[in-house]
């Protein structure tokens, strides 16, 4: 079973950066598509960046042209870099494979958008 775990997370002003990073601990990282999630307080969870194994990228509306997601095929790693940070970021972010986010959820890891 591939264990996922989430890092990067923090309190950080509107306008401010982060970078999120999620490890994975399976071989077969490479031949999956990944994404990042994220859930607010009170809310669904919702699918904000996704990438292919391929490399190509999709974005959420609500997070175009501010945030970006990668993957290291070689640390078995996707990354999310977060900029412009709005309030609204506020949620507990995951990574998961795609596509149905198969494999078992990690602890996720805290974003907090706030002066």
């Known amino acids: 079973q591939v264990q996922l775990v989430e890092s990067g997370g923090g309190l950080v002003q509107p306008g401010g950066s982060l970078r999120l990073s999620c490890a994975t601990s399976?071989?077969?990282?490479?031949?999956?598509?990944m994404a990042w999630y994220r859930q607010a307080p009170g809310k669904q969870r919702e699918l904000v960046a996704r990438i292919a194994s391929n490399g190509q990228t999709n974005y959420a509306d609500s997070v175009k042209g501010r945030f970006a997601i990668s993957r290291d095929n070689t640390k078995a790693t996707v990354y999310l870099q977060m900029n412009s940070l709005k309030p609204e970021d506020t949620a507990i972010y995951y990574c998961?494979?795609?596509?149905?986010?198969?494999?078992?959820w990690g602890q996720g890891t805290q974003v907090t958008v706030s002066s």
């Open positions: 998961n494979r795609l596509p149905g986010a198969q494999w078992t």
């Open positions: 399976g071989s077969i990282f490479s031949i999956y598509g």
